[in-house]
T-cell receptor
Framework: EPEVTQTPSHQVTQMGQEVILRCVPI?????FYWYRQILGQKVEFLVS????????KSEIFDDQFSVERPDGSNFTLKIRSTKLEDSAMYFCASSTKKGAHEQYFGPGTRLTVT | GNSVTQMEGPVTLSEEAFLTINCTYTATGYPSLFWYVQYPGEGLQLLLK?????DKGSNKGFEATYRKETTSFHLEKGSVQVSDSAVYFC?????????????FGKGTMLLVSP
């Protein structure tokens, strides 16, 4: 069964460093998403992406964040200058349709900023 | 704004016990409601959904009924198994706030012992 994959599973970085989290969505999906979950808190929407541009973004997704689909398979989330409060589990998701109904999630990348 | 509130975990049950995980929501429009499950080391998987009031979603013995009058979507299962041990997330999508956005609860961990 097709699945969303994410790498790495765990990333440790120092404050102020840039990180890139990688996702490979399901191959025939057209809509891509990033969510995050800070330990002990809710899963929060960050951004959605379709047709090589951002469709929606939350107020969390500020200028420090960017997304890119550099080729036909990868979907990346970049954090330019990490802060301690960026430490969280980051989930990628993809879907064939617009809307929340059939989003398929990856296993997540745990980002630890020290 | 939209929000989802779930009962605090962990919920600890013996095999074959009855399960209820409470979920209530606040939404500005007419949301669709979801339960996602996360097994250890895996991504979030859609368990069931309901798109309008009085709909009942069901899958793998789990069910939940969309109750508009009480703004609730409680998850139930008549007889849990050890393999049901996971974290369960209640979520909503609200067309008034954007089709892509899923708003999640904090998640409830379920532990089932033999």
């Amino acid at each position: 069964e097709p699945e969303v994959t994410q790498t790495p599973s765990h990333q440790v970085t120092q404050m102020g460093q840039e990180v890139i989290l990688r996702c490979v969505p399901i191959s025939n999906h057209l809509y891509f998403y990033w969510y995050r979950q800070i330990l002990g808190q809710k899963v929060e929407f960050l951004v959605s992406f379709y047709n090589n541009e951002i469709s929606e973004k939350s107020e969390i997704f500020d200028d420090q964040f960017s997304v890119e689909r550099p080729d036909g398979s990868n979907f990346t989330l970049k954090i330019r200058s990490t802060k301690l409060e960026d430490s969280a589990m980051y989930f990628c998701a993809s879907s064939t349709k617009k809307g929340a109904h059939e989003q398929y999630f990856g296993p997540g990348t745990r980002l630890t900023v020290t | 704004g939209n929000s989802v509130t779930q009962m605090e975990g962990p919920v600890t049950l013996s095999e074959e016990a009855f399960l209820t995980i409470n979920c209530t929501y606040t939404a500005t429009g007419y949301p669709s409601l979801f339960w996602y499950v996360q097994y250890p080391g895996e991504g979030l998987q859609l368990l069931l959904k309901a798109t309008k009031a009085d709909d009942k979603g069901s899958n793998k013995g789990f069910e939940a009924t969309y109750r508009k009058e009480t703004t609730s979507f409680h998850l139930e299962k008549g007889s849990v198994q050890v393999s049901d041990s996971a974290v369960y997330f209640c979520a909503l999508s609200d067309s008034a706030t954007g089709y892509s956005t899923l708003t999640f609860g904090k998640g409830t961990m379920l532990l089932v012992s033999p």
